[in-house]
């Protein structure tokens, strides 16, 4: 009977260990590889990318006006997964950060990256910046010439410089991102519009991105036929909701397709976005 216990105490704990070892080698085989992906979440009229870097290391981007990023964010990680490396906010408007209200109820962050702006007014701005502040989330300030990087995979921040930082229009301080990773190029470009992509352009010769976040939901005075001719991306991604500024603007759409044969997606109709590198090309694949 004691050669019995002892038996079945030992089938017991080898049952354990394996199953802890399948756990283990499940977790690290789908949240621990060695490419990149990115997400276009599905947050209606606003902004919201999600970057994945190899190691689970996960880099937020806006959160969009309200809480339907929660779900849509609950659609990408496991429940179990509620921590985020880095939630950088573009710039101070509505659309962009409230989201991260939201987010910080659910979720922790390591940090916090803004663009520095202090004359706002805006009462669910203050309110995100006392709940960081009272979680003791540090808050970095960037701006144009940064940039935040993890072994081979680099964010450079290409605007806003001095000048634009002072604008009394928001979305000219908005942080532009050139992502780059061994698996593609992507080029976050938040609000800004044509007299942006004008500095842009006259200081950064090579913009050239597989990727394109298209400027301001595809307005109409965003994303110039020499901007999208320099970045001339594989892929466009609109980030768009229900709307009274007719956005995206047809002849942005028409401007994206001839300028540059980029495939282009809409949050819209093809709800979040994922891209990743499979084999030796990019694939898109929309959930809702």
């Known amino acids: 009977m004691k050669n019995d216990n002892v038996l079945s ?11 802890i070892s399948i756990l283990i080698y499940i977790f690290f085989t789908l949240f621990s590889t060695n490419s990149s992906r990115i997400y276009f979440l599905n947050v209606g009229e606003g902004d919201s990318e999600l970057l994945i870097l ?38 101070p408007q509505l659309d962009h950060f409230n989201g991260f209200n939201y987010l910080l109820d659910h979720y922790n962050f390591g940090a916090f990256v803004i663009n520095g702006r202090e004359d706002v007014n805006v009462k669910e701005w203050k309110d995100l910046i006392q709940k960081i502040e009272t979680k003791n989330i540090p ?7 940064d940039s935040i990087s993890f072994k081979e995979n680099k964010i450079q921040i290409i605007s806003p410089n001095n000048s634009f930082l002072e604008s009394a229009e928001l979305n ?12 593609f190029k992507a080029l976050l470009t938040s609000d800004i519009g044509d007299n942006v992509e004008k500095q842009i352009l006259k200081y950064y010769k090579d913009i050239k ?27 466009s991604v609109i980030e768009v909701g229900k709307n009274k500024y007719g956005h995206p603007s047809k002849e942005i759409i028409d401007s994206i397709a001839f300028s540059t044969k980029s495939l282009i997606f809409r949050t819209d109709e093809n709800g979040t976005i994922e891209i990743k590198k499979t084999g030796n090309n990019l694939s898109v694949t929309g959930f809702k």
């Open 9 to 19: 105490s030992l089938i017991f704990i080898f049952l354990i260990i394996l199953a």
């Open 54 to 91: 190899p190691s689970n290391i996960k880099i937020m981007t806006d959160a969009g006006p309200q809480d339907n990023v929660l779900s849509e964010l609950q659609k990408i990680l496991p429940d179990w997964d509620n921590y985020i490396d880095l939630g950088i906010i573009s710039h």
């Open 139 to 145: 808050i970095i300030i960037l701006k144009e010439g």
């Open 172 to 183: 000219d301080t908005a942080l532009v991102e050139m992502i780059k990773t061994k698996d």
């Open 209 to 235: 991105s597989d990727i394109l976040k298209v400027a301001h939901h595809g307005s109409k005075y965003s994303s110039s036929k020499e901007f999208l001719t320099a970045v001339n991306p594989k892929i």
